[in-house]
């Protein structure tokens, strides 16, 4: 029996569904809950209020991660299957799917795979922090109609985000991409797909 963790759950993983979770959760906390418990007279036990708190971060960040909100937009489009798909129209979706990664699973080292896994999993991780730091900002903005602390702290966590998943977007994960899609048309498989044209 395997006992490894890290193949079951990887930390890039934990981390992309927790720290997002953690700080929405963070913040609704302090936006939210805080006058709801003081209005309500609501009143739990510390340690209940610990293990609600861990439950409601990871459901949250599971959520987030799920919506995959920073995959929906420019990410799609370099997706080396989509780069592919854009080129030849005329083949079968279906068979060059099954032909990249036939290629994907026997050329590309698990080196390069794990560093391409880890590049995209920060980038998903400051984007979806850039998202939920500008949400938070303008909700909070409306709430308090001023300018407070905990808007510079989230002004800052955005830009900082923002400008992390920009850097990593165009220096990681569209090279990583780039090189997997040159690295597939001087395949074998792709000679395949080549000559059904």
């Known amino acids: 029996m395997n006992t490894d963790f890290t193949n079951k759950l990887s930390l890039n993983e934990i981390l992309r569904i927790f720290i997002p979770g953690l700080y929405l959760t963070m913040m609704m906390d302090i936006l939210f809950s805080q006058h709801f418990i003081t209005?309500?007279?609501?009143?739990?036990?510390?340690?209940?209020?610990?293990?609600?708190?861990?439950?409601?971060?990871?459901?949250?960040?599971?959520?987030?991660?799920?919506?995959?909100?920073?995959?929906?937009?420019?990410?799609?489009n370099i997706l080396p299957i989509n780069q592919l798909k854009k080129e030849l129209p005329k083949i079968n979706e279906l068979e060059y799917i099954n032909l990249y990664f036939q290629f994907y699973d026997k050329n590309i080292s698990s080196e390069f795979k794990?560093?391409?896994?880890?590049?995209?999993?920060?980038?998903?991780?400051?984007a979806n922090l850039s998202i939920l730091s500008f949400l938070i900002t303008?909700?909070?903005?409306?709430?308090?109609?001023?300018?407070?602390?905990?808007?510079?702290?989230?002004?800052?966590?955005?830009?900082?985000s923002l400008i992390a998943?920009?850097?990593?977007?165009?220096?990681?994960?569209?090279e990583n991409f780039n090189?997997?899609?040159?690295?597939?048309?001087?395949?074998?498989?792709?000679?395949?797909?080549k000559s059904q044209l």
């Open 39 to 76: 209005r309500y007279n609501f009143e739990i036990e510390d340690s209940y209020k610990t293990v609600i708190f861990i439950i409601i971060c990871i459901l949250t960040g599971l959520t987030i991660s799920s919506l995959d909100i920073p995959k929906l937009f420019f990410f799609k």
């Open 114 to 126: 794990n560093k391409t896994e880890l590049n995209n999993g920060y980038y998903l991780l400051c």
């Open 138 to 160: 303008i909700i909070s903005l409306i709430i308090y109609l001023k300018l407070n602390g905990i808007i510079i702290i989230n002004s800052i966590i955005f830009l900082l």
């Open 165 to 174: 998943s920009i850097t990593l977007f165009r220096k990681k994960v569209l």
């Open 179 to 193: 090189r997997q899609t040159n690295l597939f048309k001087k395949s074998e498989e792709y000679k395949k797909i």
